[in-house]
């Protein structure tokens, strides 16, 4: 049996935030063993160059240094040796988010994808890695849901992988994190906290328990993994998460987690929680059924495809459908939750120019690459792609009369593809939905996904009971899904510019809308608004001061762009119609009714 390729990490000066990286090969190859550094990190499909973390770089072999020459950006190859030959590089650490590696005297966390090389031609062979607290440090501990070779629970030594794709898809913490821990369907469950919070545990297990035994139960038992690992690092704003085979990393504010003697569900915990049901739901869609384009991972360069609007569209539909139906929220709470996510893509003008299957093959360069104009050029294959599931969800419970829906979907893709990891080809899944629903979807697949026409969701929703409304907005901070204070007409009568502002006080322009009043007057993502009317301007009292005209005055303002003060006339519009809400309808009864209880249970 061939030896395990040998690595060890160790926060070498966790002040300078540098992990220290070592690479052992029992038999390098003769020619000179290469190594590389992933790319890219899956669930995250944007090329991140984690190489240019890399401080230094060199290797040795029985004692005697051993020549080193790049390739190129990413990749190695040392000279040939006989005998062991260990790789050792220093990885700067300071990037906070769930993709790569951050270290300070606090704490350390890393993915695998921006630390540990590859050694070419030794990809499929077992792995061990040791991992090392920082010198003089006694109190951290270390969460991981790597299987343990000899390192006691939640404690550094030697953990295992099967081969270098297991090595990379298990996260690491480490430093003075809370811990709790709860059961799902049989499996343990563990929660780790990084950061300074808090936070109701004890609800917070017991909503999470019920959020991942609804998604083990909706697949069916038993669970693809043996244990899970929560790793949430808690911080004053943050959002986001990456998933992974057994854990996920979740990056998330200190006042989305509930509060000790907190009953209600209040729209931050949500959404928490559907990050929660999101990551959790990747267990299987991606982690298990992939594209075949992502079988096997290449991490040196992008992998295309055009199925992304259900990999990562579909988990969002479901992400707060299960919360609805693990009885986390109420169903108006889902509605709302829809209603905000219709909002977000009736408010981009690029999802008429951009369809659902180019913004996931494009994902690499467009979605992950957002600057100011992404609103009025691409439509995100998150936000749309959970409308179109939401579509055709409806659309199959209608059209069978209840006897299909997505969920059969989705289990006959866990049967085909998740089971055993058989990749869904390009089409796949619209051709198995036909077959699971036996209905003609050419038509709905063609709008739905090829075309940027706005998906029927008044029809399909009416067919269940539920009205789709757009609206104008009702102020800056109005994200769509509640129902509006004021009436239709005065809603219309608030005159705006048609920007979105950027963070902190000053009103500078980050988005300038397609067609927009600010568009036509000249203004520019990047300007600085001083005055209005001669009246200074700031990000609090804009829309106050907006509020004081009507809809087509022409308003005079002043604006920095960079350091020269510029003069603009603006004729101010109307706000557009691009707020959505779903409303149930108190009157639907006979099928509608009964198509909505079997969707919502309400």
Same mark, same amino acid.
């Given at each position: 049996?061939p030896?395990?390729v ?5 926060p ?5 935030h ?11 190859d003769p020619?000179?063993?290469a190594f590389?550094?992933?790319?890219w990190?899956?669930?995250s499909?944007?090329?991140r160059?984690?190489?240019?973390n890399i ?5 040795e ?6 020549p080193?020459e790049?390739l190129?950006?990413?990749s ?12 050792t590089?220093e990885v700067y650490?300071w990037?906070?988010s ?13 993915n ?12 499929r062979?077992?792995?061990e ?7 003089g440090?006694?109190?951290w ?5 790597l ?5 006691p629970?939640?404690g550094?030594g030697r ?9 990379i898809?298990?996260?690491?913490e480490?430093?003075t ?7 799902a369907?049989?499996v343990p ?16 297990c017991?909503d999470?328990?019920?959020?991942c035994e ?8 038993p ?12 911080v004053g ?9 057994a854990?996920t990393s979740?990056?998330v ?17 949500r959404a928490f929680?559907g ?5 959790y739901?990747?267990?299987w869609?991606?982690?298990r ?6 079988l ?8 295309y495809?055009r ?8 988990t969002?539909?479901?992400?707060? /459908? ?5 009885q @986390?929220?109420e169903?108006? $709470?889902?509605l709302? =939750? %829809?209603g +905000?996510?219709?909002? *977000? ?6 999802r ?5 299957t180019?913004s996931s093959f494009?994902a ?13 050029a691409?439509v995100s294959?998150?936000?749309k ?6 579509a055709?969800?409806?659309? /199959? ?5 209840g @006897?299909?829906?997505?969920? $059969?979907?989705m289990r =006959? %893709?866990? +049967?085909?593809?998740? *089971?055993?990891?058989?990749g869904v ?5 619209e051709?198995?939905?036909a077959e ?27 067919d269940v009971?539920v ?6 907005a ?5 994200k769509?899904?509640k ?6 007409? +005065?809603?219309?009568? *608030? ?6 502002l950027?963070?902190?006080?000053e009103a500078?322009?980050?988005q ?6 600010a568009q036509?007057a ?11 009317d001669?009246l200074?301007?700031t ?5 106050a001061?907006l509020a004081?005209?009507?809809p087509?005055?022409?308003v ?5 762009r ?5 003069t603009?006339?603006v ?22 009714r009964?198509h909505?209880?079997?969707w919502l249970?309400s």
């Amino acid at each position: 049996m061939p030896a395990p390729v040998r690595y060890r990490i160790f926060p070498i000066n966790p002040a300078a935030h540098l992990f220290e990286v070592r690479c052992t090969v029992a038999d390098p190859d003769p020619a000179g063993q290469a190594f590389s550094l992933p790319a890219w990190i899956p669930g995250s499909y944007m090329i991140r160059e984690f190489a240019r973390n890399i401080v230094t770089l060199t290797a040795e072999c029985a004692g005697a240094a051993v020549p080193v020459e790049k390739l190129d950006k990413h990749s190695w190859r040392c000279a040939p040796c006989a005998g062991l030959l260990t790789v050792t590089c220093e990885v700067y650490a300071w990037d906070l988010s769930v993709r790569a590696a951050h270290l300070d005297t606090t704490h350390g966390y890393f993915n695998g994808a921006s630390v540990f090389l590859m050694a070419h031609g030794r990809e499929r062979r077992p792995c061990e890695v040791e991992i090392l607290p920082p010198e003089g440090v006694r109190d951290w501990r270390l969460a991981t849901a790597l299987p343990a070779l000899d390192a006691p629970a939640f404690g550094f030594g030697r953990y295992r992988a099967a081969d270098y794709d297991e090595l990379i898809d298990h996260p690491v913490e480490m430093g003075t994190f809370t811990h709790a821990q709860f059961s799902a369907c049989g499996v343990p469950h563990d929660v780790v906290l990084t950061g300074r919070q808090r936070a109701d545990l004890d609800r917070l297990c017991r909503d999470m328990q019920a959020i991942c035994e609804h998604h083990i139960t909706f697949f069916g038992e038993p669970a693809p993994m043996a244990r899970y690992v929560f790793l949430i690092m808690v911080v004053g704003e943050g959002y986001g998460g990456l998933e992974h085979r057994a854990s996920t990393s979740l990056l998330v504010s200190r006042k989305s987690l509930p509060r000790p003697g907190e009953a209600a569900v209040n729209d931050d915990y949500r959404a928490f929680l559907g990050l929660v049901s999101h990551e959790y739901f990747h267990t299987w869609n991606v982690k298990r059924i992939k594209p075949k384009a992502f079988l096997p991972y290449d991490l040196s360069r992008e992998a295309y495809t055009r199925q992304l609007w259900a990999f990562e569209g579909i988990t969002s539909y479901y992400d707060d /459908l299960a919360l609805v139906r693990s009885q @986390r929220i109420e169903p108006q $709470d889902y509605l709302q =939750a %829809l209603g +905000e996510t219709a909002t *977000r893509v009736w408010r981009g003008s690029g999802r008429f120019k951009q369809t659902v299957t180019e913004s996931s093959f494009d994902a690499w360069t467009k979605f992950y690459r957002q600057d100011e104009n992404a609103p009025n050029a691409i439509v995100s294959y998150y936000t749309k792609g959970a409308l179109v599931a939401l579509a055709l969800d409806l659309t /199959l419970r209608c059209g069978t009369g209840g @006897r299909r829906s997505l969920d $059969d979907v989705m289990r =006959a %893709l866990w +049967e085909r593809h998740g *089971r055993t990891p058989t990749g869904v080809e390009e089409g796949g899944i619209e051709r198995l939905a036909a077959e699971v629903s036996g209905l003609d979807l050419r038509e709905f697949f063609d709008r739905a996904l090829r075309s940027t026409e706005d998906l029927p969701l008044a029809g399909l929703l009416g067919d269940v009971g539920v009205e789709f409304v757009v609206r104008p907005a009702e102020s800056a901070a109005d994200k769509g899904g509640k129902p509006p204070k004021k009436s239709a007409a +005065e809603l219309m009568r *608030r005159a705006v510019l048609g920007v979105k502002l950027t963070e902190g006080a000053e009103a500078k322009l980050a988005q300038v809308f397609d067609g927009a009043a600010a568009q036509a007057a000249g203004l520019a993502a990047g300007d600085a608004l001083v005055a209005v009317d001669g009246l200074r301007v700031t990000k609090a009292n804009l829309d106050a001061l907006l509020a004081t005209h009507w809809p087509g005055e022409r308003v005079t303002v002043h604006a920095f762009r960079r350091d020269e003060l510029m003069t603009f006339v603006v004729e101010l519009q109307a706000p557009p119609m691009d707020t959505c809400e779903f409303r149930f309808m108190p009157d639907a009864d006979g099928a509608p009714r009964a198509h909505r209880v079997a969707w919502l249970g309400s």
